[in-house]
């Protein structure tokens, strides 16, 4: 058999896997193309269940099948398609969410990645992540961020490997939506702000070791690129032009943040980030946008920080246009009483926030907080955008 003949699954997703597979064994086919329908290949189990792979190749090996493709048609559709009601009939509940366009976009194209890690993983075979956005670090991460149906964030794990190439063409990302070029430099900000905080404490990287000088200077290289060059790589991209400044931003958002965040460690700018999305008036907002905001927070947390530090970088977030009060995140006059959900989780055993050489209380987390958007209106005001 120099080249397997296969069938692809998609259009049989009716049937069960295992059905189907009897059936295409007795048509004469070699194999099948999974498609991410029905029960033939569920990304979601396939990431939180260890031996949900090896299930469907159990399926395949009882009937003589192999599998060489994953195909997920309709949720990769939904990347570029303008969304509208008829896509819900196509996505997964945790893709469709709240149903508004650019989120389910964004959604849409992290179940892609996710599908791509998960087939790797099937598979035990190389992968490539190609982003068309540079919204986060995910491309070059090992990990999944899992959110529920209505977007809260409910954990995170590893797949114990990184891709093996992160393929970006900086043009494809300039044509892209600018808020999710600013949300990438949101999350990317918070990746030296908290390696920092880790290498203080001592705290362990993503990978359970120590930071090396070698993640610690990828960390602030990409602080660095941010700072100098965000604000120019920004207008560069509302054009759709490519300039040096964005080839250094996008290379920050992506690559720098990623090996950045999993080499030197998060702490409360990505804890407070990740508690973001239970607010509904939130759901409009990215992952980077909240890191934004959470960096800020824990700014305000720390009082190694200098003012000179915490003003540049608020007023860096201000240039680019990342949120800095509590109007940005849509969170206009909340109480106090409503923060305490995210004190209480910051404040919780296991927590990211443990990752700092002092104490964090939930107390603290919610006064630094209320800081963060009194600074943040502050420099707003100094800076003449209110
Ligand atoms: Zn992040």
Known sequence: MSR???????????????????????WGYDGLELGCWGDHFEVDKALSDDGYCQSRQDILAKHGLKVWAISNHLVGQAVCDVIDE????????????????????????????????????????????CPTIASNDSPTSSFTVWYDEEGNCTG??????????????????????????????????????????????????????????????????????????????????EKHVVTPAVEKVVEANVLLSGLGFESGGVAT???????????????????????????????????????????????????VGLPVTFADLGLEGVARD???????????EGSLCENHPFEVTSASVIDAIIAADALGRERKKLADVC
């Open 4 to 26: 397997p003949i296969t069938l692809f699954t998609g259009q049989w997703a009716d049937l069960s896997l295992d059905a189907l597979a009897e059936m295409a064994a007795g």
């Open 86 to 129: 008829r896509h819900k009939a196509i996505l997964p509940p945790r893709v469709w969410g709240d149903g508004k366009g650019e989120k389910v976009q964004e959604r849409a194209a992290q179940e892609m990645i996710d599908t791509a890690k998960a087939a790797a993983h099937q598979a035990g075979i190389k992968m490539v992540t």
């Open 156 to 237: 995170f794990e590893s797949w114990g490997r990184n891709p093996d190439l992160v393929l970006v063409d900086t043009q494809v990302i300039a044509e892209g939506p600018v808020e999710a070029f600013v949300a990438g430099m949101g999350d990317a900000l918070g990746t030296w702000v908290e390696a920092e905080a880790c290498h203080k404490a001592r705290a362990m990287n993503l990978a359970g070791g120590a930071a090396t000088m070698a993640a610690m200077a990828i960390a602030r290289l990409c602080y660095d690129v941010l700072m100098a060059h965000g604000a120019d790589a920004k207008r560069a991209v």
């Open 269 to 319: 700018a990505h804890m407070i980030a990740n508690c973001l999305p239970s607010f509904p008036e939130c759901h409009h907002l990215m992952h980077g946008h909240e890191v934004g905001f959470g960096v800020i927070s824990q700014l305000c947390l720390d009082e190694d920080v200098s003012a000179a530090e915490r003003n540049a970088i608020v007023d860096f977030e201000i240039a």
């Open 338 to 348: 409503r923060l305490k959900t995210i004190g209480d989780i910051c404040a919780s």
